[in-house]
């Protein structure tokens, strides 16, 4: 069965999907803030349900900073559908919209039909433009041309664009592509990210930003 990412400030909404669509055997994980979607591992998933209305972040914005990261269905949540965002929302990339509140049959037989559409093989790309990340095959290309980078170098890239336009300090990246028992330090680090932006530079792209005195963030 399916796994499920589920955004709704409302908790109670998130509790109703868990069991409606648990009914299905499907695993639902509940986030009420947006902030906690944007630093998801979104390939744990198989499809995303977001509501629209939010604080702080919107699901029109949510939607518009994960899609690239996601190549899913994403289905809105939401009280009213009037035409114009419905427009918006398939623009940014959205699948499809359930009105709230929401019947459980109804629910379920969109969350069945869309799954059964990803039946076919995933694609599992990430893509900036010109540049687009393989994560099965670990190859980051620049304009169809695949970049020579290390394993390590690659982790970076992957890291910083799954968490794109977020800012990861040197630490948060050792951690995540080397682990924490990793003897490599900030310099080492620096390193690593210098030596994948040359590389890209060179291809035609400059995805990775450098925050002076907090870290680096993917800013395509």
């Known amino acids: 069965m399916a796994r499920i990412l589920a955004i709704d400030d409302e908790r109670a909404i998130l509790d109703a999907l868990a069991r409606v669509l648990g ?3 499907h695993e639902v994980v509940g ?3 947006p902030a906690q979607a944007l630093g998801a591992d979104l390939s744990r998933f198989d499809l995303v349900l977001c509501d629209v209305m939010m604080p702080g972040v919107d699901g029109f914005e949510l939607v518009r900073r994960i899609r690239p990261a996601f190549d899913g269905p994403i289905v809105f949540l939401t009280a009213k559908v009037a035409e114009e965002d419905a427009v918006v929302g398939y623009g940014l990339g959205a699948d499809d919209y359930v009105r709230k509140p929401f019947g459980a049959a109804e629910l379920r037989a969109k969350v069945a039909a869309h799954l059964r559409r990803e039946g076919r093989e995933r694609t599992h790309v990430l893509s900036f433009g010109d540049v687009r990340i393989d994560l099965g095959s670990k190859e980051v290309s620049v304009g169809g041309s695949p970049v ?3 394993p390590t170098e690659y982790g970076v890239c992957e890291l910083l664009a799954r968490r794109r336009g977020q800012v990861l300090s040197r630490a948060q990246i050792r951690e995540s592509v ?3 028992e ?3 330090d900030d310099d080492a680090i620096s390193m690593h990210v210098s030596r994948a932006r040359k590389k890209l530079s060179a291809a035609g792209a400059d995805p990775i ?3 002076w005195g ?3 963030k ?3």
């Open 23 to 25: 009914r299905d055997g």
């Open 31 to 33: 986030v009420d803030d």
């Open 148 to 150: 020579a980078l290390t």
């Open 178 to 180: 080397l682990g924490w």
């Open 182 to 184: 990793s003897e490599a």
């Open 209 to 211: 930003e450098t925050v």
């Open 214 to 216: 907090m870290g680096y």
């Open 218 to 220: 993917w800013q395509l």
